[in-house]
């Protein structure tokens, strides 16, 4: 759940003693400590943090939100909000591991085509603090510094405009420590809403086109992600682009994509897989199967939408 921040403080005193951090040489690093936690008792336990890109966290194996695409919109060069979130509950007394992912988003986005990010320059980053709340106290259990490991992660490639590339048999490689990134950027309480997956879309149908490409037709277009469920054979891979619509001749059109590969690939693991992309979403009606494995059927795919969490009042 997203808190507001507990106390009044300036920006300057927000995620105070802790550094950013990144590790520029992959796209996706893994950001990972393990501590001990004693005493755990009544006391509650919050997490702030925020990033230049996006970043996910996940506590003893378990993702911390359903919130999308942290920390949200803004003028980067002018505030850049921070998160705050009960993670109580996702904490045990004695060994606890904790990961951060962090992608370029839209804060350090590499250059794209036509429209160069004025903020990529800056690189992705990531910081934040692991506090215990005692009486209207705060304790630092952990922070980011040069302390963390930095592993790969199975997320090869993600962004904005890119898409995601993602590898259930990759194995884990250790690639040094965090580095410290000297960023300065004008701290802010959350103020927008969040993102989320909202609705469900089913797909109509699955056909071969005139060309000979296949493709699958969603019935309407929407902005969000594809999930799949399969099971395949141990390598095997799903790869797809989006479009909006089907030429004159019904095939497959995007050229009004222009340099936006919204490319989406996949390698299986041999057991039941679940994908999602967690860094990038895409837009439009159909989805053209690059690479597929050799058994699909339509029913392993399911349109996710995704937008800020607004309240519907009409």
């Not at 999308?68 to 921070?82: A, D």
């Not at 390698?267 to 679940?274: E, F, H, I, R």
Request: proline share 4%; glycine share 8%; charged share 30%.
């Amino acid at each position: 759940m997203l808190f507001e921040m507990r106390r009044n403080r300036n920006n300057g005193g927000m995620l105070e003693k802790s550094s950013w951090i990144s590790f520029p040489r992959i796209p996706v690093p893994s950001f990972e400590k393990s501590f001990q936690l004693k005493n755990k008792g009544d006391y509650k336990f919050f997490l702030e943090a925020t990033a230049m890109g996006f970043y996910q966290c996940f506590i003893n194996g378990q993702r911390i939100t359903t919130d999308l695409f942290m920390p949200g919109y803004t003028s980067y060069r002018n505030r850049l909000q921070v998160q705050c979130y009960e993670v109580t509950s996702f904490l045990k007394e004695g060994k606890n591991e904790i990961t951060f992912l962090l992608s370029e988003g839209y804060g350090a986005a590499r250059k794209f085509g036509w429209r160069p990010y004025p903020y990529q320059k800056d690189g992705a980053a990531l910081r934040f603090r692991l506090i215990k709340s005692e009486d209207e106290k705060e304790r630092i259990i952990l922070k980011s510094d040069a302390t963390w490991d930095v592993y790969s992660s199975y997320i090869k490639d993600a962004g904005i405009y890119l898409g995601e590339s993602e590898d259930k048999t990759a194995q884990k490689v250790y690639l040094g420590k965090a580095e410290i990134h000297r960023l300065k950027k004008n701290l802010i309480p959350q103020e927008g809403l969040p993102v989320r997956e909202k609705e469900i879309i089913r797909p109509k149908r699955m056909f071969v086109a005139p060309n000979g490409e296949t493709i699958v037709d969603f019935g309407q277009e929407f902005t969000g992600f594809i999930e799949i469920t399969i099971k395949g054979e141990r390598g095997e891979k799903i790869g797809y682009d989006y479009a909006e619509v089907l030429d004159k001749n019904g095939n497959f059109y995007r050229e009004n994509y222009r340099q936006a590969k919204s490319y989406f690939e996949y390698t299986l693991s041999g057991k039941k897989d679940v994908f999602k992309p967690l860094f990038s979403f895409g837009c439009g009606r159909y989805i053209r199967l690059i690479k597929k494995p050799k058994s699909l059927s339509l029913s392993v795919f399911k349109g996710i939408v995704v937008y800020s969490d607004i309240k519907r009042i009409g």
